[in-house]
């Protein structure tokens, strides 16, 4: 094991900008097949997945697909179709929540679903779901088409549970861990862990990088989560409050409504069923929250798996790589500073 040791440190300014070098190149040819396997002869689909794909997102999950594989030394050029798979995948579950959570941002643009209506970006996030199959079926791994497809159906699994979640005041975290580890970790994992299987590795590189994946999926989520509360939609790229509106029980309110006094847990009763959803209502929540640290709290849990996130790859060559996936862990964390 490597005896260095990284600690999360919120005061830094952390960047993604070294893993977006180290895999610059590989992206493009990543990008390549995307822009390729998102054609089709009805013009609506390349347009409106265009719309998203091409809408400013960074990439991270097949960037972590690709860092991987050099974190690996695989010299070979499997992973670039399986990462735009797993971008393919990405891109249908946001196309689908989108039009499950009524959205009207993401990544600060007009959605799909606002522009093209519910029909056609549930169809269109059908199609990329079926893209995605087909660059597994190409890449010839039974054990790849395994943790992709698993991944895939976890990832639904998730969403279903947080839509049985919604507006329900006993959720606790146990059941919020559930659906965070399901919906956003899940393909962290799987975008890492495959490429230990295209580079010929063993079990425990497998398993090492899919605890990456899945701890920096999970402080990803969560620190998401906080930002709801202490953001704009500049910042986020989506309408702030969106989750306090929508009636989810993410951890902040959790813990604030765990914490707070006879009045403010009456006041999240109501927030959460809907009663009160109005710009004051959603002050109030932003005060309670603060009031009560759950922020704070919610941001230090995020830390606390980003460290586990680094620590599982502390067995793998110091160099590059591994650098730019500590950085992109740091970076994940930080944006809530």
Known sequence: MNATVHRLDPRGKPSLEPMMSLVAHDLNLVNSVILDRMQSDIPLIPELAGHLIAGGGKRLRPMLTLASAQLLGYAGTRHHRLAAAVEFIHTATLLHDDVVDGSDLRRGKRTANLIWGNPASVLVGDF????????MVEDGSLKVLKILSNASAVIAEGEVNQLTAVRRIDIGEERYLEIILAKTAALFAAA????AVVAERSEADE??????????GIAFQLVDDA???????????????????EGKMTLPVILAYAR???????????????????????AEAIRLVRETRSVDDTLARARHYGQRAIDAIGGFPAGAAKSAMIEAVEFAVARAY
Request: net charge negative.
């Open 192 to 195: 890492c862990r495959i490429a």
């Open 128 to 135: 990329l779901f079926s893209r995605s199959f087909e660059l």
């Open 207 to 216: 398993v090492a990088l899919d605890a990456y994946g899945r701890n920096l």
């Open 260 to 282: 707070g006094d006879e009045k403010a847990r009456a006041f999240w009763k109501d927030a959460v069923t809907g009663k009160r959803s109005s710009d004051e209502d959603f």
């Open 227 to 245: 930002i709801d509360y202490t953001s704009d939609s500049g910042t986020m790229g989506k309408d702030a409050g969106d989750d306090f509106r």
